[in-house]
């Protein structure tokens, strides 16, 4: 009965650990996830920015086009 009892108490310590890691695990992908979210929008914003500044050259150069003698 006691061998039962050590065997059982190990599997339960070793399951324990198991969880322990993997919730750790988890944490740290959470906090992952959060930066990564943060550095898409940065990413996306800079996207936008450099997308509206080609859009407003491209437009100035349009305009530039115009006015050249043929």
Not at 4 to 22: I, P
């Amino acid at each position: 009965m006691c061998l039962y009892s050590v065997c059982m108490e190990a599997e339960f310590n070793s399951l324990e650990g198991k969880v322990s890691q993997f919730a750790q695990v988890c944490e740290r992908l959470r906090a992952e996830n959060v930066e990564l979210r943060q550095q898409l929008s940065v990413a996306q914003s800079d996207a936008k920015r450099l997308s509206e500044k080609i859009d407003g050259a491209k437009a100035r150069l349009e305009n530039l086009l115009v006015r050249l003698p043929e």
